[in-house]
Nanobody, 129 residues
Framework: QVQVAESGGGLVQSGGSLRLSCAAS????????IGWFRQAPGKEREGVSC??????????HYAESVKGRFTISGDNAGNSVYLQMNNLKPEDTAVYYC????????????????????WGQGTQVTVSS
């Protein structure tokens, strides 16, 4: 089983920023699609963003609710994928999950949950007003 791990969650005030990180042991993220998802209490899990660095067009995807505020990226070595979250709002409060797909191209699979094979345990993000 591939071990996926998220970090960087915490408690921030409305308008603040956090950067979440994701890593997987023994794998170079340049050869996989990485997605971020979130789930708020009492709500269904929601796709947030994805990235494929191997894709020739550098494909990324963002949910409408986070466009212009969140940015997904990977480091040049393929060791980590990040989700930079700016101008956070209380409605962003959720457990955030990183997931990896053995298939390629965010542009093709987007943030459809069933396309992702390996999941982290989640990291809590709480935004106070």
């Amino acid at each position: 089983q591939v071990q996926v791990a998220e970090s960087g969650g915490g408690l921030v005030q409305s308008g603040g920023s956090l950067r979440l990180s994701c890593a997987a042991s023994g794998h170079n993220f340049k050869y996989y699609t990485i997605g971020w998802f979130r789930q708020a209490p009492g709500k269904e899990r929601e796709g947030v963003s994805c990235i494929t660095q191997e894709d020739g067009d550098g494909s990324t995807h963002y949910a409408e609710s986070v466009k212009g505020r969140f940015t997904i990226s990977g480091d040049n070595a393929g060791n980590s994928v990040y989700l930079q979250m700016n101008n956070l709002k209380p409605e962003d409060t959720a457990v955030y999950y990183c997931a990896m797909s053995a298939l390629t191209y965010c542009s093709l699979i987007g943030v459809r949950e069933h396309e992702y094979d390996y999941w982290g345990q989640g990291t809590q993000v709480t935004v106070s007003s």
